[in-house]
Protein backbone atom coordinates (compact mmCIF):
# COMPACT_ATOMS: atom_id res chain seq x y z
CA UNK A 1 0.00 0.00 0.00
CA UNK A 2 1.06 3.68 0.26
CA UNK A 3 2.20 3.72 -3.65
CA UNK A 4 2.90 7.21 -5.21
CA UNK A 5 3.84 7.30 -9.17
CA UNK A 6 5.23 10.18 -10.99
CA UNK A 7 5.13 10.88 -14.62
CA UNK A 8 7.31 11.48 -16.59
CA UNK A 9 10.85 9.71 -14.75
CA UNK A 10 13.04 12.15 -16.69
CA UNK A 11 12.77 15.29 -19.18
CA UNK A 12 14.95 17.31 -21.15
CA UNK A 13 13.62 20.10 -22.76
CA UNK A 14 14.84 23.64 -24.26
CA UNK A 15 15.08 27.21 -22.40
CA UNK A 16 11.52 28.83 -22.26
CA UNK A 17 9.45 25.85 -22.71
CA UNK A 18 6.97 24.54 -20.05
CA UNK A 19 7.03 21.19 -18.44
CA UNK A 20 4.13 19.47 -16.94
CA UNK A 21 4.71 16.23 -14.05
CA UNK A 22 2.32 14.40 -12.80
CA UNK A 23 1.71 12.84 -9.49
CA UNK A 24 -0.74 10.14 -8.49
CA UNK A 25 -1.64 8.29 -5.25
CA UNK A 26 -2.24 4.79 -6.33
CA UNK A 27 -4.21 3.12 -3.79
CA UNK A 28 -4.88 5.99 -1.26
CA UNK A 29 -6.83 9.49 -1.32
CA UNK A 30 -4.07 11.56 -0.99
CA UNK A 31 -5.62 14.98 0.74
CA UNK A 32 -2.54 16.30 0.64
CA UNK A 33 0.30 16.03 -1.26
CA UNK A 34 3.76 17.91 -1.29
CA UNK A 35 6.64 19.50 -4.00
CA UNK A 36 9.58 18.96 -3.30
CA UNK A 37 12.70 20.07 -5.32
CA UNK A 38 16.15 18.19 -4.86
CA UNK A 39 19.80 19.73 -6.35
CA UNK A 40 22.55 17.44 -6.24
CA UNK A 41 24.20 16.30 -2.86
CA UNK A 42 21.72 18.40 -0.69
CA UNK A 43 18.62 17.76 0.81
CA UNK A 44 15.08 18.05 0.18
CA UNK A 45 13.45 21.76 -0.21
CA UNK A 46 9.61 22.34 0.22
CA UNK A 47 8.12 24.22 -2.42
CA UNK A 48 4.82 24.06 -1.94
CA UNK A 49 1.92 22.28 -0.11
CA UNK A 50 -0.94 21.71 -2.07
CA UNK A 51 -4.58 20.49 -0.37
CA UNK A 52 -7.18 18.60 -3.12
CA UNK A 53 -10.23 21.64 -4.43
CA UNK A 54 -7.98 24.63 -2.89
CA UNK A 55 -4.75 26.37 -3.86
CA UNK A 56 -1.60 25.51 -3.49
CA UNK A 57 0.75 27.10 -0.40
CA UNK A 58 3.76 28.34 -1.44
CA UNK A 59 7.14 28.23 0.61
CA UNK A 60 8.72 31.41 0.75
CA UNK A 61 11.27 32.26 -2.33
CA UNK A 62 8.80 29.86 -4.21
CA UNK A 63 7.49 31.82 -7.25
CA UNK A 64 3.75 30.81 -7.59
CA UNK A 65 3.86 31.89 -11.26
CA UNK A 66 6.58 29.53 -12.20
CA UNK A 67 5.49 26.64 -10.30
CA UNK A 68 1.98 25.92 -11.01
CA UNK A 69 0.74 23.17 -9.02
CA UNK A 70 -3.38 22.02 -9.66
CA UNK A 71 -4.59 19.81 -7.58
CA UNK A 72 -7.84 18.46 -8.92
CA UNK A 73 -8.25 15.04 -7.53
CA UNK A 74 -7.82 12.95 -4.55
CA UNK A 75 -5.11 11.12 -6.82
CA UNK A 76 -3.75 13.43 -8.92
CA UNK A 77 -1.28 16.40 -8.31
CA UNK A 78 0.41 18.24 -11.35
CA UNK A 79 3.04 21.01 -11.35
CA UNK A 80 3.72 22.96 -13.98
CA UNK A 81 7.38 24.64 -14.81
CA UNK A 82 6.61 27.08 -16.94
CA UNK A 83 8.80 29.15 -19.28
CA UNK A 84 11.67 27.09 -17.87
CA UNK A 85 15.58 27.85 -17.61
CA UNK A 86 18.73 25.57 -17.06
CA UNK A 87 18.62 27.08 -13.51
CA UNK A 88 15.61 25.15 -13.14
CA UNK A 89 17.01 21.75 -13.98
CA UNK A 90 16.84 19.47 -10.83
CA UNK A 91 15.24 16.34 -9.25
CA UNK A 92 11.32 16.99 -8.53
CA UNK A 93 10.15 14.79 -6.44
CA UNK A 94 6.46 14.77 -5.00
CA UNK A 95 4.93 13.20 -1.98
CA UNK A 96 1.67 12.35 -0.44
CA UNK A 97 -0.36 12.23 2.86
CA UNK A 98 -2.80 9.44 3.71
CA UNK A 99 -5.47 11.02 5.63
CA UNK A 100 -7.27 7.71 6.00
CA UNK A 101 -4.31 6.79 7.95
CA UNK A 102 -3.57 6.97 11.79
CA UNK A 103 -0.04 7.60 11.38
CA UNK A 104 -1.65 10.82 9.06
CA UNK A 105 1.70 12.98 9.08
CA UNK A 106 3.62 10.40 6.97
CA UNK A 107 4.50 11.03 3.65
CA UNK A 108 5.03 8.84 0.42
CA UNK A 109 7.28 10.09 -2.01
CA UNK A 110 7.26 9.46 -5.70
CA UNK A 111 10.32 8.23 -7.73
CA UNK A 112 10.92 11.81 -8.93
CA UNK A 113 11.17 14.02 -12.10
CA UNK A 114 14.74 14.63 -13.41
CA UNK A 115 14.39 17.75 -15.38
CA UNK A 116 16.88 19.23 -17.26
CA UNK A 117 16.68 22.17 -19.54
CA UNK A 118 19.47 22.71 -22.53
CA UNK B 1 13.12 28.64 11.31
CA UNK B 2 12.57 25.01 12.55
CA UNK B 3 15.43 23.33 12.06
CA UNK B 4 16.44 19.59 11.67
CA UNK B 5 20.63 18.41 12.35
CA UNK B 6 22.29 15.62 11.61
CA UNK B 7 26.10 14.71 11.04
CA UNK B 8 26.37 14.84 7.45
CA UNK B 9 28.95 11.76 7.65
CA UNK B 10 29.76 9.74 5.84
CA UNK B 11 29.38 6.89 8.67
CA UNK B 12 31.33 3.89 7.83
CA UNK B 13 30.70 0.73 9.31
CA UNK B 14 32.01 -2.72 8.86
CA UNK B 15 29.47 -5.34 7.80
CA UNK B 16 27.61 -6.90 10.65
CA UNK B 17 27.88 -4.04 12.65
CA UNK B 18 25.20 -1.68 14.26
CA UNK B 19 25.07 1.71 12.70
CA UNK B 20 24.02 4.47 14.85
CA UNK B 21 22.59 7.69 13.58
CA UNK B 22 21.42 10.76 15.34
CA UNK B 23 19.64 14.07 14.72
CA UNK B 24 18.07 16.95 16.98
CA UNK B 25 15.51 19.18 16.37
CA UNK B 26 14.36 22.79 17.34
CA UNK B 27 10.49 22.60 17.58
CA UNK B 28 9.64 21.61 20.71
CA UNK B 29 6.22 21.26 19.72
CA UNK B 30 6.36 18.51 16.74
CA UNK B 31 5.11 15.52 17.56
CA UNK B 32 5.94 13.07 14.58
CA UNK B 33 9.55 11.73 13.62
CA UNK B 34 10.25 9.96 10.82
CA UNK B 35 13.52 8.33 9.40
CA UNK B 36 13.93 7.85 5.49
CA UNK B 37 16.31 6.12 3.64
CA UNK B 38 17.64 8.07 -0.04
CA UNK B 39 19.43 5.88 -2.73
CA UNK B 40 22.11 7.72 -4.85
CA UNK B 41 19.52 9.40 -7.68
CA UNK B 42 16.45 7.91 -6.33
CA UNK B 43 13.57 9.02 -3.93
CA UNK B 44 13.24 8.89 -0.13
CA UNK B 45 11.86 5.80 1.77
CA UNK B 46 10.30 5.93 4.20
CA UNK B 47 11.50 3.38 6.52
CA UNK B 48 10.84 4.02 10.61
CA UNK B 49 8.05 6.74 12.28
CA UNK B 50 7.95 7.54 15.74
CA UNK B 51 5.51 9.20 18.12
CA UNK B 52 6.12 8.74 21.72
CA UNK B 53 9.33 8.40 24.17
CA UNK B 54 11.10 5.65 23.42
CA UNK B 55 11.95 3.03 21.40
CA UNK B 56 10.52 1.56 18.36
CA UNK B 57 11.51 -1.90 16.49
CA UNK B 58 10.54 -3.04 13.18
CA UNK B 59 13.33 -5.76 12.20
CA UNK B 60 17.22 -4.65 11.70
CA UNK B 61 16.04 -0.70 12.69
CA UNK B 62 15.14 0.64 15.81
CA UNK B 63 14.24 3.81 16.30
CA UNK B 64 14.12 5.99 19.63
CA UNK B 65 13.05 9.43 20.76
CA UNK B 66 13.49 11.74 23.54
CA UNK B 67 11.61 14.65 23.36
CA UNK B 68 12.66 16.14 26.28
CA UNK B 69 16.33 16.60 25.05
CA UNK B 70 14.87 16.96 21.41
CA UNK B 71 16.48 14.12 20.35
CA UNK B 72 15.93 11.24 17.72
CA UNK B 73 17.99 8.59 16.03
CA UNK B 74 17.72 5.27 14.12
CA UNK B 75 20.27 1.79 14.59
CA UNK B 76 20.26 -0.50 12.25
CA UNK B 77 21.44 -3.87 13.65
CA UNK B 78 23.59 -6.55 11.08
CA UNK B 79 24.05 -4.00 8.81
CA UNK B 80 24.49 -4.98 5.37
CA UNK B 81 26.36 -3.08 2.11
CA UNK B 82 22.82 -2.92 0.51
CA UNK B 83 22.00 -0.18 3.68
CA UNK B 84 24.24 1.84 2.70
CA UNK B 85 22.51 4.86 1.33
CA UNK B 86 21.67 8.60 2.79
CA UNK B 87 19.61 8.89 5.92
CA UNK B 88 17.07 11.61 6.42
CA UNK B 89 15.48 12.35 9.23
CA UNK B 90 12.35 14.20 9.55
CA UNK B 91 10.08 15.98 12.00
CA UNK B 92 6.83 17.59 11.23
CA UNK B 93 6.50 21.29 12.00
CA UNK B 94 4.43 22.34 14.66
CA UNK B 95 0.90 21.30 15.02
CA UNK B 96 0.78 21.26 11.13
CA UNK B 97 2.02 18.80 8.16
CA UNK B 98 4.71 19.67 6.51
CA UNK B 99 7.81 17.71 7.67
CA UNK B 100 11.24 20.06 7.86
CA UNK B 101 14.18 17.77 6.43
CA UNK B 102 17.77 17.51 7.69
CA UNK B 103 20.59 17.34 5.75
CA UNK B 104 20.66 13.63 5.69
CA UNK B 105 23.72 11.23 7.11
CA UNK B 106 25.88 9.38 4.07
CA UNK B 107 25.82 5.66 5.83
CA UNK B 108 28.47 3.11 3.87
CA UNK B 109 28.30 -0.33 4.81
CA UNK B 110 31.89 -1.96 4.49
CA UNK B 111 31.73 -6.00 3.20
Known amino acids: GAVVSQHPSWVICKSGTSVKIECRSL??????MFWYRQFPKQSLMLMAT?????????EQGVEKDKFLINHASLTLSTLTVTSAHPEDSSFYIC??????????????FGPGTRLTVL | QKEVEQNSGPLSVPEGAIASLNCTYS??????FFWYRQYSGKSPELIMS????GDKEDGRFTAQLNKASQYVSLLIRDSQPSDSATYLC???????????FGAGTILRVKS
Open chain 1, 95 to 108: SARDGGRMNYNEQF
Open chain 1, 27 to 32: DFQATT
Open chain 1, 50 to 58: SNEGSKATY
Open chain 2, 27 to 32: DRVSQS
Open chain 2, 50 to 53: IYSN
Open chain 2, 90 to 100: AVNEGYGNKLV
